[in-house]
C-alpha cells in the first residue's frame, strides 16, 4: 500500500528519485540471520559476490541502516594499482579511533585485548598510535614487523571487536583489489574462531568477474556465501516505479534493454533519457519521444552511452573537479580534490544533485555512487 501511495504522488512530479530497495529481501533475511548468530557470539564470514552494478553496496547499505545503533559498523573498501600491505583495513581502523574515543568501554577492550601486539600492530597500521598513547615512545624493531607477528597481532585486534557488548560488523567491499595480506589475515582469523565466542561478523564483497579460480577468496570457507543476480522484469519495474512513479511502457523496455539487468545500470539510463528530453513530464505525467532516442544511445551497450552524456551535461568546471576526485579514489576528500582541480568545493553540489556523488556525512568525505561512474571519469 505504501508503495503505490509513494508511486501516485511521484507521477505527479517531474523528478526522479533514489530507488528504494528492491528484489533483494532474501538476501538481505540471510545477511540479518547470521548477524544474529554473531549478536549471540558465533562469529561468521559472509561471502557477497556479483557483477558489477548488481547492488553489492546498495544491499550493504540496507543492512547497515536496519541494524542501526545495535551494532558497530567498520567499513573498508579495496582499491586498484599499488599499495600498503593492509590498505584495505585502514579505513575501518579511522573508524574504530573514532569509535574508541566516544567509547571508554571499547578502548579499554582493544587495549587489554591487544596488550601483547601493541607494537607490531603499531608497526603495520601506524594510525592505531593514538589508541595506545603510553606505549608512543617505544621503539619497533624489525620482528614487529614479521609476516606471523603481524597476523596474529591483527588478529588480536579482530578479537578485540568481537569481545566488547555490542556486536562488530565489518564490512570489506570491493575485496577483488584486496592486498593478498588481507586474504592471509582472514584465513588466519577463520582458522582461530573455532574455539571462540566472538560477536564479529566480516562481511567481504567483491565482483565476481574479477576473481581468478586461483585467487586467495578461492582458499577461505564463508559460513555464507550469496551471489546477486541480474534483475528480472518484475523487479526492474518496481525500482522504476519507485523512482518516477508510472514510467510510460517504451521506457521501460529501453530501460530493460540497455541495462541488461543491472539495477544500477537501470538508474543511469533512467536519469539520462529524462536529462536528456527523451522522457518529459507535463506536470501530470510522463511521455516518451521514441524519435529522440538516437542510435548512438543503443548500440554501445550496458548503457555506457547514457553514462558519458551524463557527464556532459555538467558544467565544465563540475566535471574537473569530479576528475580529480575519481583520481583520489572511490571514497574522496570533497576538500582535496577541490585544492586538486583548482576549484570551489561547492561545485560538487552538482554531482550530488545528478547523482553521481554522495556525502558519507555533512561534513565528511564523498563517494562515488559507483564505480562505473568514476571508471568513466578516469577514462
Known amino acids: 500500500m505504501n ?16 530507488p528504494a530497495f528492491i528484489a533483494r529481501e532474501r538476501e538481505l533475511n540471510s545477511l540479518e540471520q547470521c548477524l544474529d548468530e554473531a549478536r549471540c557470539g558465533r562469529a561468521k564470514l559472509v561471502f557477497l559476490q556479483g557483477l558489477s552494478g548488481r547492488g553489492k553496496s546498495r544491499l550493504l547499505r540496507e543492512l547497515v541502516q536496519r541494524a542501526g545503533e545495535t551494532i558497530f559498523t567498520f567499513e573498508g573498501r579495496g582499491t586498484q594499482g599499488v599499495q600498503r600491505p593492509f590498505q584495505l583495513l585502514v579505513g575501518p581502523i579511522q573508524e574504530v579511533i573514532t569509535a574508541a574515543r566516544q567509547d571508554a568501554m571499547l578502548a579499554e577492550t582493544i587495549a587489554r585485548t591487544t ?22 615512545d617505544k621503539e619497533v624493531s624489525e620482528q614487529d614487523f614479521g609476516e606471523d607477528r603481524t597476523l596474529r597481532a591483527l588478529g588480536q585486534f579482530f578479537d578485540a571487536l ?9 564490512i570489506l567491499d570491493d575485496c577483488q583489489w584486496a592486498d593478498e595480506m588481507v586474504f592471509k589475515l582472514l584465513n588466519r582469523w577463520q582458522r582461530a574462531r573455532a574455539d571462540q565466542q566472538r560477536k564479529l561478523m566480516i562481511i567481504v564483497a567483491f565482483r565476481s568477474d574479477e576473481i581468478e579460480a586461483d ?25 522504476l516505479r519507485s523512482m518516477a512513479g508510472t514510467v510510460p511502457e517504451d521506457a521501460i523496455q529501453l530501460v530493460s534493454r540497455l541495462s541488461g539487468g543491472s539495477p544500477f545500470m537501470a538508474t543511469v539510463v533512467l536519469h539520462g533519457l529524462t536529462e536528456l528530453g527523451v522522457m518529459k513530464h507535463d506536470g501530470a505525467a510522463w511521455s516518451f519521444r521514441a524519435d529522440a532516442v538516437t542510435e548512438e544511445m543503443t548500440v554501445s551497450g550496458q548503457g555506457a552511452e547514457f553514462l ?21 579514489g572511490k571514497e574522496f576528500s570533497p576538500k582535496l580534490a577541490a585544492i586538486l582541480a583548482g576549484y570551489d568545493e561547492e561545485l560538487l553540489e552538482e554531482g550530488e544533485r545528478r547523482h553521481i556523488i554522495r556525502r558519507l556525512s555533512p561534513s565528511g568525505n564523498c563517494i562515488f555512487v559507483h564505480d562505473k561512474l568514476r571508471e568513466t571519469l578516469l577514462a
Open 215 to 239: 585467487h586467495p577468496l578461492h582458499k577461505l570457507k564463508p559460513d555464507l556465501q550469496l551471489t546477486l543476480g541480474e534483475f528480472g522484469e518484475q523487479a526492474l519495474r518496481e525500482m
Open 115 to 136: 596488550s601483547s601486539a601493541r607494537s607490531s600492530l603499531c608497526a603495520v597500521l601506524p594510525e592505531l598510535g593514538v589508541l595506545f598513547e603510553d606505549d608512543g
Open 3 to 18: 508503495l503505490i501511495n509513494t508511486s501516485a504522488q511521484l507521477a505527479e512530479k517531474p523528478v526522479i528519485n533514489e
Open 162 to 170: 568481537g569481545l566488547f557488548a555490542r556486536p562488530s560488523l565489518l
Open 308 to 328: 558519458r552524456r551524463r557527464l556532459e551535461l555538467l558544467q565544465s568546471s563540475t566535471v574537473e573537479i569530479l576528475k580529480a576526485a575519481a583520481v583520489l
